[in-house]
T-cell receptor, first 108, second 113 residues
């Protein structure tokens, strides 16, 4: 079993839709969690950290469920520019492990 | 604030040749990471430095890969000899000492023929 697992998708949604991705992790002692965005042939860019209480940044909401060992990312009112691969990252004892990403395509 | 710099951006070599990549992290960032990203996969950590000491190199193929971070700033990653399966994007990232929020450079796209 991989340490960090994501549904690869692709998720194809119309503009304005709400879409959610989950990411499960195997190490219950994991401490820090992040979502990154990666555009085609570009480097990953930090989208947001995931806090225990959940956090929101504009149209993006991140949640952490320690009991079930997953984090989620919710995107509301999808824009064409949201099309990208979304990578989750789980950190334990200073070591970060990336998932393989979920691909989102937002269509007009 | 300048971001993470990497060079070269692209490199094509034949198998069994050697290659080196260079990274300059964000000023003041103590932690530097080298990742290998194969198409369709997430980045895989090769080596992590804290200042000029190695924190984690458990996934670095040490028979052919080496890395150093002299003076705790710039870093180089070397592959010698290269294999076909080393074709990938090599990403450098850095973070400050009190956070694991990583900032990536543009990467080096390596093709081994």
């Amino acid at each position: 079993r991989k340490e960090v697992e994501q549904d690869p998708g692709p998720f194809n949604v119309p503009e304005g839709a709400t879409v959610a991705f989950n990411c499960t992790y195997s190490n219950s002692a994991s401490q820090s969690f992040f979502w990154y965005r990666q555009d085609c042939r570009k480097e990953p860019k930090l989208l947001m950290s995931v806090y225990s209480s959940g956090n929101e940044d504009g149209r993006f909401t991140a949640q952490l469920n320690r009991a079930s060992q997953y984090i989620s990312l919710l995107i509301r009112d999808s824009k064409l520019s949201d099309s990208a691969t979304y990578l989750c990252v789980v950190n334990h004892a200073g070591k970060s492990t990336f998932g393989d990403g979920t691909t989102l395509t937002v269509k007009p | 604030e300048a971001g993470v710099a990497q060079s070269p951006r692209y490199k094509i070599i034949e198998k069994r040749q050697s290659v080196a990549f260079w990274c300059n992290p964000i000023s003041g960032h103590a932690t530097l990471y080298w990742y290998q990203q194969i198409l369709g996969q997430g980045p895989k950590l090769l080596i992590q430095f804290q200042n000029n000491g190695v924190v984690d190199d458990s996934q670095l193929p040490k028979d052919r890969f080496s890395a150093e971070r002299l003076k705790g700033v710039d870093s180089t990653l070397k592959i010698q000899p290269a294999k076909l399966e080393d074709s990938a994007v090599y990403l450098c990232a850095s973070s400050s000492q009190d956070t694991y929020e990583q900032y990536f450079g543009p990467g080096t796209r390596l093709t081994v023929t």
